[in-house]
């Protein structure tokens, strides 16, 4: 896997963005459909401005987008961040699975 000095800071904000319950729930509603702010804070135990302070992280990390819509800003899933992210942990996972190979090899290789 090759990430550049330049999209590693990009990278860090994806996964700290779905580091937190809340922001995860956040991009689950709006990955179903668009949702106003209002509507999302009624979801969560928090206020509204705690609620815009998690899409503003979301938004920041490429994993939500916002579109204004009359007087409503609504709050939708991006394709592209979700899609990095799942590429991120397919690249993650082909690692470790190499590494069992090659431990599955050592261990019958011993064995023999």
């Given at each position: 896997?090759?990430?550049?000095?330049?999209?590693?800071?990009?990278?860090?904000?994806?996964?700290?963005?779905?580091?937190?319950?809340?922001?995860?729930?956040?991009?689950?509603?709006?990955?179903?459909?668009?949702?106003?702010?209002?509507?999302?804070?009624?979801?969560?135990?928090?206020?509204?401005?705690?609620?815009?302070?998690?899409?503003?992280?979301?938004?920041?990390?490429?994993?939500?987008?916002?579109?204004?819509?009359?007087?409503?800003?609504?709050?939708?899933?991006?394709?592209?961040?979700?899609?990095?992210?799942?590429?991120?942990?397919?690249?993650?996972?082909e690692i470790w699975r190499q590494r069992a190979i090659q431990i599955d090899f050592?261990?019958?290789?011993?064995?023999?």
């Amino acid at each position: 896997m090759v990430i550049d000095q330049s999209s590693e800071a990009a990278v860090d904000r994806l996964f700290q963005a779905l580091s937190d319950a809340t922001r995860r729930d956040i991009v689950r509603r709006v990955a179903e459909e668009p949702l106003s702010l209002t509507a999302l804070a009624a979801f969560h135990a928090m206020s509204f401005t705690a609620v815009h302070k998690h899409v503003a992280v979301l938004e920041r990390a490429s994993l939500i987008t916002k579109e204004k819509r009359g007087r409503e800003q609504l709050v939708l899933a991006n394709p592209q961040g979700l899609a990095l992210a799942r590429r991120l942990l397919d690249e993650y996972e082909e690692i470790w699975r190499q590494r069992a190979i090659q431990i599955d090899f050592i261990l019958t290789k011993d064995e023999e």
